[in-house]
T-cell receptor, first 116, second 113 residues
Framework: ETGVTQSPTHLIKTRGQQVTLRCSSQSGHNTVSWYQQALGQGPQFIFQYYREEENGRGNFPPRFSGLQFPNYSSELNVNALELDDSALYLC???????????????FGPGTRLTVL | SQKIEQNSEALNIQEGKTATLTCNYTNYSPAYLQWYRQDPGRGPVFLLLIRENEKEKRKERLKVTFDTTLKQSLFHITASQPADSATYLCALDGSGGYNKLIFGAGTRLAVHP
């Protein structure tokens, strides 16, 4: 098991509601990335936070937002939930890149969101 | 648009044989390529990273090749075991090492005793 934790593990919401997912990064890691994984698909990059600032965003609408706290934990917020938002939401933590390239990235177990 | 393709939905092999998984990509020039393992209901686990200027990387029974001309990576598991059964994901990183990854859909590997 990695040191990355996510809460809650499962969540059921209805269309139009809002949801907040939480991620505690591995100790010492300053970078958190969020991914959405639909059933049978690979993870899709939502956005990344590096030292509390958003550092890049994938092809997701503005109703997907997030933040990173001084302890580098992070939240993902989704407003106006749609049925297609049903997926496994993964967070991953790492250090920012070193002189020799990327550092190993550790994924949490994910939050399974179901939108009815 | 950028596209990553991983070969077949499932690969079935006999224990002890070598499993070879393919990752092809288009409209992209990644500086790094990573391979992950994912078990059902769990997050991906990092296995190997290979840089664009490296042809091959090994780690225990795992070997990855990276051909930037063919735009292809091959992932090999030698002397496969039933415990190797999982989904294997290929991911490209063109973000200068910030791990903003583009994943393929994965290949499910089943190793039979």
């Amino acid at each position: 098991e990695t040191g990355v934790t996510q809460s809650p593990t499962h969540l059921i919401k209805t269309r139009g509601q809002q949801v907040t997912l939480r991620c505690s990064s591995q100790s010492g890691h300053n970078t958190v990335s969020w991914y959405q994984q639909a059933l049978g698909q690979g993870p899709q990059f939502i956005f990344q936070y590096y030292r509390e600032e958003e550092n890049g965003r994938g092809n997701f609408p503005p109703r997907f937002s997030g933040l990173q706290f001084p302890n580098y934990s992070s939240e993902l917020n989704v407003n106006a939930l749609e049925l297609d938002d049903s997926a496994l939401y993964l967070c991953a933590s790492s250090l920012g890149p070193g002189t020799s390239g990327p550092n190993e990235q550790f994924f949490g177990p994910g939050t399974r969101l179901t939108v009815l | 648009s950028q596209k990553i393709e991983q070969n077949s939905e499932a690969l079935n092999i006999q224990e002890g044989k070598t499993a070879t998984l393919t990752c092809n990509y288009t409209n992209y020039s990644p500086a790094y390529l990573q391979w992950y393992r994912q078990d059902p209901g769990r997050g991906p686990v990092f296995l190997l990273l290979i840089r664009e200027n490296e042809k091959e990387k090994r780690k225990e029974r795992l070997k990855v090749t990276f051909d930037t001309t063919l735009k292809q990576s091959l992932f090999h598991i030698t002397a496969s075991q039933p415990a190797d059964s999982a989904t294997y994901l290929c991911a490209l990183d063109g973000s200068g090492g910030y791990n903003k990854l583009i994943f393929g859909a994965g290949t499910r590997l089943a190793v039979h005793p």
